[in-house]
């Protein structure tokens, strides 16, 4: 591990197993980092560290957050009705993110971080300071959650009225740094590899099947039963969408997206001839249901690459792939989101225009004879 990071120690146990520590003064005991390195959560872990080895905690504590701070206003947006109607997910990732922010922006020239900075005087090349800074550790989609997370935040100051009447979102319309395609979809030669080393009637040939013929996201994958079967079709709420951290109640959030489609007669066929439990489709080795998303993707990931498939095909793709095969044979951008549980067409629109410069493109070749 390279990192110009100050106070980090690291050493391999007898284990084999890199322990990364961080210790800022010979006084203070060393603490462990347990996230894995370079994530997000392995520098809210570093910069914790760093506050309470340096006693910065307990300041914190006793000081006052000063109502024109970039930290008041995280504070408030944190406890708005506005913030925790966003979904169970989105929460605590944008929370996180935010954090982040606030605690970076010490420098030679500047020795407050921003959040506590005046951000009625933060402008558009200040926000664009904090995006590069994240898109310098090769993150760009990260970079551009950022510049949304400060616009939504600076957005709903100006909305309640709690800023002077000339400030200005600094945020908005900063154009997004180019992301990349993201996680891979799987060819047709991977598909077919995986199937001929899961046949039909295992668990993992379902866990596939049922990705694949209902575009469903890992964390309603693994939640789908018989209890969702309703008249040939398949119905559920999508987690994503839901205002609960429960995912049974999540069934009953109403706000939440529905996603009503009949079942695939391959879908059919796989579900008939694995032993799926009474509560979910896809369960463990106990028969019994995952505990969670990562649990499931973790296993599914294990299976895929079991069967030979480079590491590049995750579960994910396979969502993917519904979304291609529906586009290529048609689908509209409406009709791709009421499939997938989008509430953007502009997510739909990105499938719709591949698949038709790929039709076009292969309609207007055979012209040249």
Known sequence: MKTKLKY??????????????????????????KAPFGTEEFYDEYWK????????????????????????????????????????????QKRRRLKAVMLEGISKENKRPY??????????KHVLEIRNNKAKEGSPAAANNRCKDLSSM??????????????????????????????????????????????????PRLAYELIQYTGARVSD????????????????HTFKSAKTKDGVDAERDEKAVEVDIPIHPKLRQAIDAAPSGNLVYVAT???????SEKGFSNWLKARILEAGLPDHCVPHGLRKVAATNLAELGASEFQLMSVMGWTNP?????????????TMGSAVIVKLN
């Not at 506590?116 to 402008?123: E, G, I, P, S, V």
């Not at 994958?221 to 559920?236: I, P, S, T």
């Not at 080795?285 to 505990?291: D, E």
Request: glycine content about 6%.
């Open 49 to 92: 560290a760093i506050r309470v080895q340096g006693g910065e905690d307990k300041l914190q504590k006793k000081a006052t957050i000063k109502s024109n701070s970039l930290n008041w206003l995280y504070e408030k947006y944190m406890a708005s009705p506005e913030f925790l109607e966003l979904g169970v997910n989105t929460q605590p």
């Open 154 to 203: 600076f957005a709903w100051v100006i909305q309640q009225e709690l800023c002077p009447d000339w400030f200005v979102n600094p945020a908005h319309d900063i154009a997004k740094l180019r992301e990349g395609p993201g996680h891979h979809t799987w060819t047709i030669q991977e598909q077919r590899r995986f199937e001929q080393f899961w046949a039909i009637g295992t668990m």
């Open 8 to 33: 980090i120690h690291q050493f391999t146990n007898r284990l084999g197993r890199t322990c990364i520590y961080v210790r800022r003064h010979q006084s203070k005991k060393a603490i462990e980092i």
């Open 115 to 124: 959040g506590d900075r005046d951000y009625t005087q933060m402008k558009r």
């Open 285 to 291: 080795s106990n028969n019994r249901p995952f505990k």
């Open 346 to 358: 502009a997510q739909a629109r990105k499938y719709t225009e591949k698949a038709k410069r790929k």
């Open 221 to 236: 994958a693994f939640r789908l039963g018989k209890k969702n079967e309703k008249e040939g079709q398949l119905r559920w």
